[in-house]
């Protein structure tokens, strides 16, 4: 049985999901391959009590890497953008 909490994996911190999280209230997430855009926001309003406003998703293709003559890929993934209502965010570092 899916949980809220094996959707959202982890947030995704970068200089660009932090531009979005300040000018947009969009906060970025890593989630399942088979996690939907419902799942995703029913998990978000359970966890955070915000209200979603949108919910993009994209799955990342894994990189090929090589290792001397050998070469491999990397997996594929999903990441998750949400959008939430104006007047409301998502810290993860508060205290810090």
Do not use: Y
Request: avoid cysteine; aromatic fraction near 8%.
């Amino acid at each position: 049985m899916k949980n809220h909490f094996d959707v959202l994996l982890e947030p995704i911190i970068t200089e660009k999901s932090n531009i979005q999280k300040e000018e947009a209230q969009q906060v970025t997430f890593r989630v399942p391959l088979w996690a939907t855009k419902i799942e995703v926001r029913k998990a978000v309003e359970k966890i955070f009590n915000k209200k979603v406003v949108e919910v993009k998703t994209v799955t990342v293709r894994g990189k090929t890497k090589r290792v001397g003559r050998s070469s491999g890929k990397l997996p594929d993934w999903k990441k998750a953008i949400v959008r939430l209502k104006p007047g409301e965010r998502i810290d993860f570092f508060e205290g810090v």
